[in-house]
């Protein structure tokens, strides 16, 4: 009797250790899908790092760009209003010039 009982021990702790071992190889499994997820969402988010950032630097180009033509055009106003100014002083220099005769 001692002999079957010993047997179906052995035979339990087998069965226990191959339940432990499957348990380990399913949580094994799990943490290798998990760290490619992760992988995977990290490569995603870089990508959309780099979209955001070459997308923000489209967007300071076109600011530049504005800012400069801005800039491009006051400069060209002012010196019409220069131009102008100096055409009202010598049409004025000119008249009195004139009207002094």
């Known amino acids: 009797m001692e002999a079957l009982q010993t047997q179906l021990i052995a035979e339990q702790f087998n069965r226990l250790k191959d339940n432990i071992e499957a348990r380990f190889h399913k949580i094994e499994r799990q943490q290798v899908h998990n760290v490619d997820l992760n992988a995977e969402k990290l490569a ?41 100014v100096a055409l009202t002083i010598i049409a004025s220099a000119i008249a009195a010039y004139l009207g002094g005769k």
């Open 44 to 84: 995603q988010i870089q990508h959309q790092l780099s979209q955001i950032q070459k997308a923000l630097d489209d967007h300071e180009n076109r600011i530049r760009t504005v800012d400069d033509a801005v800039i491009a055009q006051r400069s060209a106003t002012t010196i019409m209003q220069a131009v102008q």
